[in-house]
């Protein structure tokens, strides 16, 4: 006899197998690929692609069939040269042709796998990215043969500007990795790279005519050590660091990425961000008595081009030797972050604003930017300015990148003025941190996981309709103050690039966050591994790190990289690969007031490793009332002084201030103290028996006890990050304590509590007792 739980497992197994059956054209509409295709029909049927398969195409010499023709010699060891195409009757053939493609949109591709043959059918950068769809279909080991599904896709993409961005002041990179980033980029149709070359800590192209820039203005002394805010006093590694591009290099990466249909915006930044050009050419600057050096360290500095005649001939020229060396249409000449508190003690720079009637020293700017447009403009180019740039009036011509927040961009488009999108707020500054940033690796803060990025639209819908077609399309920037190494960009970008990839191509109507993230990214983080990309590894699918109330622990994961393996263990200690390895869905059952625990990791194919989760399940009775009779409104603060890590360090320290407040708001501590600790303790009623979940959001550590029990633990110094911890309670009084600490760069804290039954809201401590 079958014992029942034998049953289940052969239960389980026929319905598995049964699903897998019925439902495979389904379960990977995308067939795998990233982005997601305007249309795939599958249909019945394979193509066998083998060392006899020959590749045939119109044009011999086409970068596309090039492209392909070496990757797969490469790849497969085919037998036969690079063919011209013999007509419709090939078979075990990959056929590349421009025929019957005349309908397609611009940079479109219809890919057709049949069983005799596949045929690529695209113009230009079409047949390109048709090419890298197929490329993804193909098994990611060497094989002898490989079995390709039959289907039918048709593909074009959803904006015409898909970029991605690489800061190469801050930190230095070789031509080799650019072409390596580029490798990338075109491996998910983005088509734009934004390189910003110029910036206070080194200038990293070559001018001919001004050979200090590079000479002086590429080297720094020094670099601060460790996130900007971390230290006092600040600290520095006494070590050298420089680096440029000769205008040979240019010309190089410039037309290897025009190979991959990639087109190189450069940037050269005006007015601010200019202090390794004023460290080589102080004359440029207004006061020329300053030392001016190549700067040390990060943030936005006071020093920028005086804006006078002698700096507009300097800029024209260097202008004039980039548009030489960047066939691109668009300029970037830069335009944030240029404070005015130089040019408004400036004698020049006021004599300036008097002579053109301008408004102030924002007129200025806008004069500045739009002098400058005027000569790119000459050149037959455009510029491209950040948002600042709409400060004191828009430059006719000029295309507006959207980064603090969207709000830049969509004004921008209602003056009917071309916009790429590229918010810090929304998940594309890919130097934010990937997870809560005390867990990642040095960085500058912000929190921009996988799902923020790919959740975004780059088409607002405060823009009016008549106004979309101004969002050219989406870019993500790369910043380098905390990326030293070439590791470090590739697991700042990826996976992030590939959400990039499919927001910035993919039809809104076929996104879909949970294909993408459980389906095609654990095959392309396959890839990359295989591949020898470093990658940021996601943590097993379905382990969380939170706490909640139950009677059971139900463990049902899935591994986020195709190959790599989850070990676990429920006895709170970290996993490593001594714990068991997770294979199959299991149930912990919890007695009544005792706790389970899951803490996971995934360790990859090449041992890279995700961070632990930690899951825990309590399955405790609700918390009876307390008693407390109090009626002051408010809750008791105590304010203690020191630089802390954790909230467990906040009792003993010394105390600064005691007292009663109505808010969390800790603007008033923060401005008297650079770091500090507050413990806020108070009484509230709840009106009903129930689950209650209370979250902190904060910058940096907080936890929330009710009753002397943690339920929200969001300890540690991080920037700003939301926990949630749930609680049942019974009607009546409970005591609330939250202990907050502030490490050095921004304080935040709110509280939040969702109540049976209610939607989630801000919680108050206006509404409590002490
Ligand atoms: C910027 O992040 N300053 C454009």
Known sequence: MLSKKRLLICLTALLTTGYANAQTPNIDPNMGIIPAPVSVLKQVGTFILSQETSIQADSVNNKAVQFLSSYLQNKFALKNKLQAYKGISVSNAIVLTSTGTENLPAEGYRLTIEPQRITVAGKGAGLFYGVQSLIQLLPIERAATAKIPCARIEDYPRFGYRGMHLDVC??????????????????????????????????????????????????????????????????????????????????????????????????????????????????????????????????????????????????????????????????????DEA??????????????????????????????????????????????????????????????????????????????????????????????????????????????????????????????????????????????????????????????????????????????????????????????????????????????????????????????????????????????????IYTHPFTLNIPSDQYRELKTIVITPTGKRSLITRTVVTNHTPMPAVSFSGTTPGVKYELVAGSFTETGQLDGARVLDTGITKTFNTAAFKKANRTFGVTYTGYFNVDADGKYIFSTQSDDGSVIYIDDTMVVDNDGKHSLYEQPGEVLLQKGMHKFTLKYFEAGAFSTLRVYLTMPGKPKGEFSAANMVN
Request: net charge neutral; with cysteine; aromatic share 12%.
């Open 170 to 335: 801050r930190h230095f990179f070789t031509v080799e990795f650019v072409k390596r980033y580029l490798d990338l980029m075109a491996a998910y149709k983005l088509n734009t790279f934004h390189w910003h070359l110029t910036d206070d800590q080194g200038w990293r192209i070559e001018i001919k005519k001004y050979p200090r820039l590079t000479s002086v203005g590429s080297q720094r002394a020094q670099t601060l050590i460790g996130n900007y805010h971390d230290r006092m006093p600040q600290q520095f590694d006494g070590m050298p660091y420089g680096g440029f591009y000769t205008q040979d290099q240019i010309r190089d990466v410039v037309a290897y990425a025009q190979s991959k249909y990639i087109t190189v915006v450069p940037e050269i930044e005006m007015p601010g961000h200019a202090m390794a050009a004023l460290a080589a050419y102080p004359e440029l600057s207004c006061d020329t008595k300053l030392d001016y050096k190549v700067a040390e360290t990060w943030g936005v500095f006071n020093n920028i081009f005086c804006p006078t005649e002698k700096t507009f001939g300097f800029l024209q020229d260097v202008l004039t030797e980039v548009i030489d060396l960047f066939p691109s249409k668009y300029i970037h000449i830069g335009g």
């Open 339 to 580: 404070p005015k508190v130089v040019w408004k003690s400036s004698a020049e720079a006021q004599a300036i604003i008097k002579r053109l009637k301008l408004k102030d020293e924002h007129g200025l700017q806008s004069y500045f930017i739009q002098r400058m447009e005027k000569f790119v403009n000459s050149k037959g180019r455009s510029i491209i300015g950040w948002d600042e740039i709409l400060e004191g009036g828009l430059a006719p011509n000029a295309t507006v990148m959207s980064w603090r927040g969207e709000a830049g961009g969509i004004a921008a488009a209602k003056q009917n003025h071309n916009v790429i999108m590229t918010p810090s707020s929304a998940g594309y500054y890919f130097d934010h941190s990937q997870a809560r940033s005390d867990l990642e690796p040095l960085g500058i803060g912000g929190f921009a996981p996988l799902a923020k990025t790919y959740a975004y639209n780059p088409q607002s819908s405060a823009i009016p309709a008549a106004q979309q077609k101004y969002v050219l399309g989406v870019q993500a920037n790369l910043w380098t103050e905390y990326i030293t190494t070439e590791n470090k960009v590739e697991y700042m970008i990826m996976p992030r690039m590939m959400a990039l990839s499919e927001v910035a191509w993919t039809p809104l109507a076929n996104k879909n966050y949970t294909d993408f993230a459980e389906t095609r990214i654990p095959k392309h983080l396959a890839w990359a591994d295989a591949n020898k990309f470093n990658y940021r590894v996601p943590t097993a699918i379905g382990a969380k790190d939170t706490a909640y109330n139950a009677q059971q622990l139900t463990v049902d994961l899935k591994v986020p990289v195709n190959g790599a393996k989850i070990y676990y263990s429920i006895d709170g200690y970290d996993p490593n690969e001594t714990n068991d």
